[in-house]
């Protein structure tokens, strides 16, 4: 694939990374080739499809140090996150009807926690310090008696800041309450061992890590303790009840696939990138007035996001626009721009969230790019700013 010198660079891996050819290759057959209904159990189309599907349950289950059955395919992480929080607050209620959150999660969590308070579970949003953590004291405060679940991301999709997992699933089971985690952004770039980290839901898409969108994962703890979980989907009782619907064969090997891969190049990958994130970085911090947004290093390696003073931020992104596809973070809602709730609970002013930059670096990006990118970006600042000493 030979870049095209019109488009801009990509550099918006947070919001969806292409599909890797390899990824693709695998899918293709089993669109035309192996189109059967995996749970067609008397004829060989069936089984091909089954077949398939069994191995990529397998493969993920690994990736993840899970087993097959507690894994639970979904249409993404969306779907996941919804699967987890409601069907956790549902068999739970008569134990508790608390749930413990962070105040920078993805919509895909808080949404679905907001609809959950309009049923009557009482939720406590967390702060964050001002670099992204988790305040773990905080945390351990806000623990009840009646909380039965705690909700906590792995890593941010805007900041990159990686939550301390392993400690929250440590407090979360020495207090006998279920941990959840969204791993949309963490799968493929940092280990996740559901044993060791105690996690006991997790929720994966394929889309961030180059495989296709429309697909993804909850997994399911089975055992010390078993989640109980009420389905979203009632059917044909598809995914041992817990999400109904005919699978997907083609998405569920590419999953598998992209996973597979992202594994396999994962120490490689997070080398190559640390390396552009901090030499582009080395380059903005020169100017003045450009801000770090999250923890410097305990963050995804593709990540960067800095808040720039004395501009506004949708001239910057326009300015930005034919040089490189990137997004400030923000939540665009119609027609209005919001600032972003991450940079927000980071603490940052009502301007400095509003002007910010997320550089999500992937595969496809080499040194080059990254040097126009930075040159790019500074001039774009400076022009900004000479514009409005004039004006
Ligand atoms: C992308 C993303 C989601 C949504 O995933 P979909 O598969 O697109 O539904 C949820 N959480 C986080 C942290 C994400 O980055």
């Known amino acids: 694939m030979s870049p095209d010198r019109h488009l801009p660079i990509y550099l918006d891996r947070h919001a969806t990374t292409p599909v890797d050819p390899r990824v693709l290759a695998t899918m293709l057959p089993y669109f035309t080739e192996h189109f059967g209904n995996p749970t067609s159990t008397t004829h060989q189309y069936g089984w091909a499809a089954e077949a398939a599907i069994t191995g990529a349950r397998e493969t993920i289950a690994a990736a993840i140090g899970a087993s097959t059955e507690e894994i639970v395919f979904t249409s ?58 988790v305040n773990l004291d905080l945390f351990k405060k806000a623990i009840r008696p009646d909380t039965i679940l705690v909700s ?37 770039q940092i280990p996740l061992d559901v044993e060791r980290l105690n996690i006991d839901l997790m929720s994966l898409t394929a889309h961030k890590v180059y495989g296709p969108k429309g697909i993804g994962a909850l997994y399911v703890r089975r055992r010390d303790p078993r989640v109980k979980l009420s389905p979203q989907l009632h059917g044909g009782g598809h995914e041992r009840g817990m999400r109904s619907g005919t699978l997907y064969p083609p998405q569920i090997v590419g999953f598998a696939k992209a996973v597979e891969i992202a594994l396999v190049e994962m120490e490689m990958e997070k080398a190559r990138l640390t390396e552009l994130r901090d030499r582009l970085w080395s380059q903005l911090s020169q100017v003045e007035g450009i801000y770090l947004n999250g923890h410097p290093t305990q963050r995804l390696p593709g990540n960067l996001n800095i808040s720039v003073a004395g501009v506004d931020g949708n001239a910057l992104l326009l300015g930005l626009r034919p040089t490189v596809a990137l997004s400030s973070g923000a939540a665009c809602s119609s027609a209005k721009i919001e600032p972003s709730h991450v940079l927000k609970a980071l603490g940052r002013s009502e301007s400095l969230a509003y002007a910010a930059l997320r550089f999500g670096i992937g595969h496809n990006n080499t040194v080059e790019q990254i040097d126009r990118v930075a040159m790019a970006t500074i001039e774009t600042i400076q022009s900004l700013r000479k514009l409005a000493l004039r004006s």
């Open 76 to 133: 993404g992480a969306t779907e996941a996150n919804n699967l987890a929080l409601k069907g956790v607050a549902e068999a739970y209620f008569s134990k508790g009807q608390h749930i413990i959150t962070l105040q920078t999660e993805h919509n895909a969590v808080l949404d679905p926690c907001q609809y959950l308070e309009s049923l009557g579970f009482i939720v406590t949003y967390l702060p964050v310090e001002s670099d992204g953590l």
């Open 152 to 188: 906590i991301m792995a890593a941010n999709n805007e900041i990159g800041v990686l939550q301390p997992i392993a400690e929250i699933g440590k407090i979360c089971r020495e207090n006998g309450i279920l941990f959840h985690t969204d791993a949309a952004q963490a799968i493929g």
